[in-house]
């Protein structure tokens, strides 16, 4: 089991905002580590989505955004569009590299 | 263009053995750590472990350690994932990564920012 939360699903209809938490504890993410995201397209191979909190790698849109506060980080998603539909993972560390449980993103 | 190709799909029985890579192209690969994640069906992501193909230095994660060996041929800038006797959980989906760090006040932040296509492995008796 996984010692990052996140909610298993979440959903919205096109153009609405979304935002999927990252749960952690004091020797993860409220300890100082940072956390990343990333979104797995159905069938195809993870894409990193966010790094170091907030930052969006070249070529991610600005619809996507990512935050961090004390033991928990999000994910928002503005602007929804039916190719976000995917599931949705956040990153950090705790004594080794650490995945939270994942979150699929349903676009109604 | 950094890319990570891994090899195909494989279908094996308990108890078999098994290699399987992940060969990067359009960066130095001797230069930077390759991770491996599993997703077993319908399931999350799971860090597996990592190497350093300069050196081959292989860091595990508890869960993996003494089930899997990873290993690297940085002369054909290629990494390996290997079980020397599989068993029916180890069907997965396995996914190789190019992993990075960085140092944020004093705390170490991996990261994966790149990721090959998948190598699914389905043993079955």
């Known amino acids: 089991q996984s010692v990052l939360t996140q909610p298993p699903s979440v959903s919205g209809a096109p153009g609405q905002r979304v935002t999927i938490s990252c749960t952690g504890s004091s020797s993860n993410i409220g300890a100082g580590y940072d956390v990343h995201w990333y979104q797995q397209l159905p069938g195809t191979a993870p894409k990193l989505l966010i790094y170091g909190n907030s930052n969006r790698p070249s070529g991610v849109p600005d619809r996507f955004s990512g935050s961090k506060s004390g033991t928990s980080a999000s994910l928002a998603i503005t602007g929804l569009q039916a190719e976000d539909e995917a599931d949705y993972y956040c990153?950090?560390?705790?004594?080794?590299?650490?995945f939270g449980t994942g979150t699929k993103v349903t676009v109604l | 263009e950094v890319q990570l190709v891994q090899s195909g799909a494989e279908v094996k029985k308990p108890g078999e053995s098994l290699k399987i890579s992940c060969k990067g192209s359009?960066?130095?690969?001797?230069?930077?750590?390759i991770g491996w994640v599993r997703q077993m069906p319908g399931k999350g992501l799971e860090w597996m472990g990592i190497i350093y193909p300069g050196d081959s230095d292989t860091r595990y994660s508890p869960s993996f350690q003494g089930q899997v060996t990873i290993s690297a041929d940085k002369s054909i800038s290629t990494a390996y994932l290997q079980w020397s006797s599989l068993k029916a959980s180890d069907t997965a989906m396995y996914y190789c990564?190019?992993?990075?760090?960085?140092?944020?006040?004093?705390?170490?932040?991996?990261?994966?920012?790149?990721w090959g296509q998948g190598t699914l492995v389905t043993v079955s008796s």
């Open positions: 990564a190019r992993h990075l760090m960085y140092d944020s006040s004093g705390y170490y932040n991996p990261y994966f920012d790149y």
């Open positions: 990153q950090s560390y705790d004594s080794s590299l650490v």
């Open positions: 359009g960066y130095s690969f001797s230069s930077y750590w």
